[in-house]
């Protein structure tokens, strides 16, 4: 995992020591903290009460002599939010407030990270005039403000427009930035006027083929242009964080997207074959209630009284059953309890207040078997890890039941008979009876929940 920092207090720490604002020994303990803790050190200065938060900004904006804005009840133009993509927002703890002339002004967390402005005075070609601020507002005016208006990384799509073909855009025979992201946009709200939760951008001979998944089938939608090909992969990775230099590797992104009012995270996958890079998109909702998703009063009671429990929660149901969708909603129903409540994602479809969620990274080693290895460091109460992906999984699921914990995971089978088959493996001999409650999404509109009493009877837990 990258480490977290602050370059603007990491140079001047012992500036604080030395106008005595903070002991030596106190700085050199803060500093093996973050490092521990992975947080940069100015939230361990004041999380540890060695200084507020007021003097720490005062102190800044004396040494650099750069403005402190307070963020609290400001007010920024949010014409500016398209010169900063959300991604980039959230990496840097960056957003812009207003901009005069050929001046941009962004308030900043850390305003001595040169390569966070490099960045963005690259991509959006004027100058750069950072203000500090306190990095809890700066995250709570990005989520306020990319939540409720449309920006470079998060695509606004009015769905209550007349109904069109995506590929009307390739009418459009101007090969320009502006054009490509028209298109994207085009498609990606074809795909959720039609219901579509999953498509595929595949090359072929003469351009890029769009395919929805609508049920069980595959459609061609249509063809991009070869002339089209390049830059339109490119803006679709960019949007996503992927690194569009790359394309030799798997990789894993999100994009984030409006639909009307409504905020939407696809996950992005790209996989390299020997046509070229295979783009795979799966769009998630936003969680609902669990009264709101199709739960009944007694369904919602069984899962309630589970989650108090040692055991694992098996939340099952074909492809884009809603498996997700009806874990996101009860991780944010339960989330304001007084639990450890923790995941493990390849990439968190929504931030759930009050749960840490951590996202594998292959690229830099943290993958399944690391987290799995240290999580129990942070002692979790209530664990969703996002699938079974191996036997020593389905051990190491044992492991943390014993140990008092509750966990949530996800399960593929088309019916209860596949389910019923697939338990049925010697590899989950051990596992079934660790299953306290199963929770099967036949499609969105029709759950069913078993407790210990209907899954002696269903698939033959003791």
């Not at 498609?187 to 395919?211: P, R, T, Y």
């Not at 099952?316 to 944010?332: A, E, F, N, Q």
């Not at 240290?374 to 051990?395: M, V």
Request: charged share 25%; hydrophobic share 40%; with cysteine.
């Amino acid at each position: 995992m990258e480490l977290v920092t602050n370059k603007t207090l990491e140079k001047l720490k012992y500036d604080l020591v030395r106008d005595g604002l903070v002991s030596y020994e106190d700085i050199e303990k803060a500093h093996e903290l973050s490092v521990s803790q992975n947080v940069n050190i100015g939230q361990i200065l004041i999380k540890s009460n060695l200084i507020t938060e007021e003097v720490l900004l005062k102190f800044l904006e004396s040494k650099l002599h750069i403005p402190y804005v307070d963020l609290k009840d400001y007010t920024l133009d949010t014409r500016c939010l398209s010169y900063i993509s959300f991604n980039d927002a959230q990496k840097y703890k960056i957003i812009p407030l207003f901009k005069i002339e050929n001046v941009l002004t962004v308030a900043m967390a850390d305003p001595l990270d040169v390569l966070a402005i490099d960045k963005i005075v690259e991509q959006i070609g004027c100058d750069i005039e950072p203000v500090v601020s306190a990095e809890n507002l700066v995250i709570k005016k990005i989520e306020e403000y990319y939540n409720s208006a449309s920006s470079v990384g998060q695509i606004k799509i009015e769905k209550n427009e007349v109904k069109f073909d995506w590929q009307d855009e390739l009418n459009n025979e101007v090969l320009s930035d502006e054009h490509i992201q028209i298109l994207i946009r085009a498609i990606l709200k074809q795909a959720i006027l039609n219901d579509v939760h999953e498509m595929f951008f595949e090359h072929v001979q003469n351009g890029l083929s769009v395919n929805f998944r609508q049920a069980t089938q595959i459609v061609n939608t249509g063809q991009i242009p070869s002339v089209l090909v390049v830059p339109f992969i490119s803006k679709l990775k960019a949007l996503s964080a992927l690194d569009v230099n790359v394309c030799e590797l798997p990789q894993l992104g999100k994009l984030v997207f409006k639909v009307d009012d409504i905020v939407l995270t696809a996950s992005i996958s790209a996989f390299p074959t020997i046509n070229g890079e295979r783009i795979s998109l799966k769009i998630y909702k936003p969680p609902k209630k669990m009264d709101e998703i199709g739960l009944t009063e007694n369904q919602i009671n069984i899962i309630k009284n589970e989650l108090q429990n040692a055991g694992v929660i098996l939340v099952c149901g074909s492809s884009l059953s809603g498996k997700t969708h009806i874990i996101y909603s009860i991780l944010s129903e339960i989330a304001n309890s007084d639990k450890n409540i923790m995941t493990i994602e390849s990439i968190s479809k929504y931030n759930l207040e009050n749960v840490n969620q951590c996202e594998l990274n292959e690229n830099i080693g943290f993958n399944i078997e690391k987290a799995m290895r240290f999580i129990e460091f942070q002692s979790p109460d209530l664990i969703y890890f996002e699938g079974i992906t191996s036997k020593i999984a389905l051990d190491y699921f044992g492991s943390l039941v014993f140990k008092n914990k509750v966990l949530i995971t996800e399960f593929l089978a088309d019916n209860m008979a596949d389910l019923n088959k697939k338990l049925s493996y010697s590899d989950f001999e051990m596992f079934k009876p660790l299953i306290s409650c199963i929770i099967f999404a036949h499609n969105q509109d029709n759950i069913e929940v078993f407790d210990k009493v209907e899954l002696k009877k269903f698939i033959g837990v003791n």
